[in-house]
């Protein structure tokens, strides 16, 4: 299993980023998807879910209503647009699914600053 972040960097305060993931080694259609963060020096944190179809998405409280998760089964990728950034949103994201196990991209970091 593979899963491959893209689409860090660094952002104003209320600007927009999109992060991708792209998924590799196991039937992605079957499985949930998750975007998680980790802030320095805090644990790591559920930031957004979908399940396999898509139909069904959840959000962490700080997110909802300016982020927004999708997924593309034909090209085993997820996304995360995230608009209206704040400087707490500053983090290393991650991309992971429990296929089997669990498994957890390499991270992409974004920063959230003027």
């Known amino acids: 299993v593979h899963l491959v972040e893209s689409g860090g960097g660094l952002v104003q305060p209320g600007g927009s980023l999109r992060l991708s993931c792209a998924a590799s080694?196991?039937?992605?259609?079957?499985?949930?998807m998750s975007w998680h963060r980790q802030a320095p020096g805090k644990g790591r944190e559920l930031v957004a879910a979908i399940t396999n179809t898509g139909t069904s998405t959840d959000y962490a409280d700080s997110v909802k209503g300016r982020f927004t998760i999708s997924r593309d089964n034909a090209k085993n990728t997820v996304h995360l647009q995230m608009n209206s950034l704040k400087p707490d949103d500053t983090a290393v994201y991650y991309c992971?699914?429990?296929?089997?196990?669990?498994?957890w991209g390499q991270g992409t970091q974004v920063t959230v600053s003027s």
């Open positions: 080694g196991f039937t992605f259609s079957r499985y949930a």
């Open positions: 992971h699914t429990a296929a089997s196990a669990d498994y």
